[in-house]
T-cell receptor
Framework: DSGVTQTPKHLITATGQRVTLRCSPRSGDLSVYWYQQSLDQGLQFLIQYYNGEERAKGNILERFSAQQFPDLHSELNLSSLELGDSALYFC???????????FGSGTRLTVV | GQQVMQIPQYQHVQEGEDFTTYCNSSTTLSNIQWYKQRPGGHPVFLIQLVKSGEVKKQKRLTFQFGEAKKNSSLHITATQTTDVGTYFCAANTGGFKTIFGAGTRLFVKA
């Protein structure tokens, strides 16, 4: 157990639907990052939050949004889902900027 | 924008052979991190390099940061089947964004 908790582990949904992925960072970590990993591909940075504030944005689609709550957990919302959104979505956390990341086990999203 | 190139994309080795993956950045880096992702698993942090020319060792793994802080390498001596997985470098230029390389997938044949 890495200390970063992601739920659900698996999600199967239909095109056009909306889903929410949840992440609880490791205790004491203020930064939360979201990454997308398509089958056998690299890690695409989506977005970062630090202590509730958005700090950096990557290649995140407009259909996707995220937030970090006062208790530091984060949610990634994916809407108007397309087949191409099927991927592993990882959440990671760190104490601050420039430190190693601790990744959660990921949520495997399948859009059918 | 910042780009991180990682080579090779794949590497097949016989158990006992050495393995090296390289990471190159188009810009000077503040630090570089290395991660390992086992098949079906999540990335696990291995190490962070910060200083120019830094060399760090973890058992059979040797990590180097280039003098110009634009490149890095991970070398595994005498690979074992437990080394199988994808190795990612992750580069930071001092801002809030850390860019991951595409990864090198290592296959080890017993």
């Amino acid at each position: 157990d890495s200390g970063v908790t992601q739920t659900p582990k698996h999600l199967i949904t239909a095109t056009g639907q909306r889903v929410t992925l949840r992440c609880s960072p490791r205790s004491g970590d203020l930064s939360v990052y979201w990454y997308q990993q398509s089958l056998d591909q690299g890690l695409q940075f989506l977005i970062q939050y630090y202590n509730g504030e958005e700090r950096a944005k990557g290649n995140i689609l407009e259909r996707f949004s995220a937030q970090q709550f006062p208790d530091l957990h984060s949610e990634l919302n994916l809407s108007s889902l397309e087949l191409g959104d099927s991927a592993l979505y990882f959440c990671a956390s760190s104490v601050g900027q420039g430190n190693g990341y601790t990744f959660g086990s990921g949520t495997r999203l399948t859009v059918v | 924008g910042q780009q991180v190139m990682q080579i090779p994309q794949y590497q097949h080795v016989q158990e006992g052979e050495d393995f090296t993956t390289y990471c190159n950045s188009s810009t000077t880096l503040s630090n570089i991190q290395w991660y390992k992702q086992r098949p079906g698993g999540h990335p696990v942090f291995l190490i962070q390099l910060v200083k120019s020319g830094e060399v760090k060792k973890q058992k059979r793994l040797t990590f180097q940061f280039g003098e110009a802080k634009k490149n890095s390498s991970l070398h595994i001596t005498a690979t074992q089947t437990t080394d199988v997985g994808t190795y990612f470098c992750a580069a930071n230029t001092g801002g809030f964004k850390t860019i991951f390389g595409a990864g090198t997938r290592l296959f080890v044949k017993a």
